[in-house]
């Protein structure tokens, strides 16, 4: 029997707790010594779909504007909005969760949900998320996206395991089964 698929989130945020600032922009991360170090190769190639949502399409785009950056994975963007999007990348209006659980149960490797903290947060108090790898970037920025916000849901996590890429510490965490 094989193994279900895991919803895995992977990304970085500042030491306050926001992905990017209010306008999206991630300056305060590219550059980060130890960026280069990071277990991003391995973890990229052990999932064979992505889920996004539209503002962290939209930014993808801009931060990559000759080439689509996930080409060659199966891409998903979760929006109520979005009109078009790129040849490679399909645009999904149903209900998520009912869309990730789906996923979940095909064949596959793993599912990275990437970037945007409201997702994240519908998909972890749905208890859909597995895993996350955070990592943190040492520095404040004092305001912009979060990427927890207060809800009314506890949700448990294990700590796994912990490694310093130079001045970025990633945490791996796995949700407890209890939790949800």
């Known amino acids: 029997m094989n193994e279900k698929r895991k919803l895995l989130f ?26 280069e ?24 785009l801009l931060l990559s504007p000759d ?21 490679g990348t399909d645009i999904i209006r149903e209900d998520i969760l009912s869309f990730v659980k789906k996923l979940k149960n095909e064949q596959g490797q793993h599912i990275w949900l990437v970037g945007g903290g409201a997702l994240l947060q519908t998909l972890i108090q749905a208890g859909l998320v597995d895993e996350l790898f955070l990592q943190i970037v040492p520095v404040m920025i004092g305001r912009g996206i979060p990427l927890f916000s207060p809800v009314d849901l506890e949700s448990r996590f294990s700590l796994q395991e912990v490694r310093q890429y130079k001045q970025i510490a990633e945490m791996h965490f796995i949700l407890k089964e209890e939790a949800h």
């Not at 707790?17 to 130890?34: F, M, Q, S, V």
């Open 37 to 60: 170090e990071t277990n991003y190769d391995d973890f990229y190639a052990s999932v064979d779909t992505l889920i996004m949502g539209r503002n962290t399409y939209e930014q993808v």
């Open 67 to 87: 080439e689509f950056p996930y080409e060659g994975k199966t891409c998903y963007i979760m929006s109520s909005t979005l009109q078009d999007s790129l040849k």
């Open 10 to 35: 992977y990304g970085a945020m500042s030491i306050d707790g926001y992905l990017a600032r209010e306008d999206h922009r991630l300056d305060w991360l590219i550059g980060t010594e130890g960026e």
